[in-house]
């Protein structure tokens, strides 16, 4: 027996931010559509290779990265776990995390993202200011972070991350302080 982590990259975004250099913009729905229907594959290529394997192996973590993961549709998110479930035997101990990005969230994505079993969010603010959000051509302001990160705690998920950037240009140390000061407020 040994242990197995899978990352997923699920490579749209709403818009591509000004500093980005991951492999993500924004797709059509059609796009989108035909990548999922390549990811099944490759879910069943790697299902039938672990099968066959001589060592059985333990998924300890999921990691559903991008791009921005929230973007797919509530019903999209829920056909992505149902298929890594049935594909890979994920068990509760697992930690099972997805990207999410602030302007993407809705409550019916969180509840399906509950359901399937999703215990860590993984939320990129960057900036708790948002004129320096505007600067990163990021596409939501504070106070819609704020709405989802609450949102997502009242969906009951208690293990949340927010990634936070610094030394942005024209930055300065009160300004990064700040940002990380309205953060610790929320106990993520
Ligand atoms: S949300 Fe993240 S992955 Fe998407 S464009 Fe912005 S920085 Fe890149």
């Avoid at 879910?43 to 001589?54: G, H, V």
């Amino acid at each position: 027996m040994s242990d197995l982590e899978i990352y997923v990259h699920i490579p749209f975004c709403v818009r591509k931010c000004a500093y980005c250099d991951f492999l993500s913009g924004p797709a059509d729905e059609d796009a989108k559509a035909r990548y999922l229907t390549g990811l099944f594959d490759e879910f069943r290529f790697y299902a039938e290779k672990l099968k066959s394997a001589e060592t059985r192996k333990t998924i300890t973590t999921v990691f559903v990265g991008g791009g921005t993961p929230s973007s797919l549709s509530a019903g999209q998110l829920d056909s992505l776990f149902e298929k890594l479930h049935s594909s890979f035997g994920i068990g509760k101990e697992a930690e099972v995390t997805v990207e999410c990005n602030p302007g993407t969230l809705s409550a019916e994505k969180l509840s399906v993202l509950k359901n399937a079993g999703v215990n860590r969010l993984s939320l990129g603010l960057q900036s708790a200011d948002d004129s320096e959000l505007k600067l990163l051509g990021r596409i939501h302001t504070f106070e819609d972070f704020l709405r989802e990160y609450e949102a997502a705690r009242r969906t009951g998920f208690d293990n949340i991350n927010v990634d936070l950037m610094q030394a942005l240009p024209g930055q300065t140390v009160e300004k990064a302080l700040n940002s990380v000061k309205k953060l610790l407020e929320l106990q993520p």
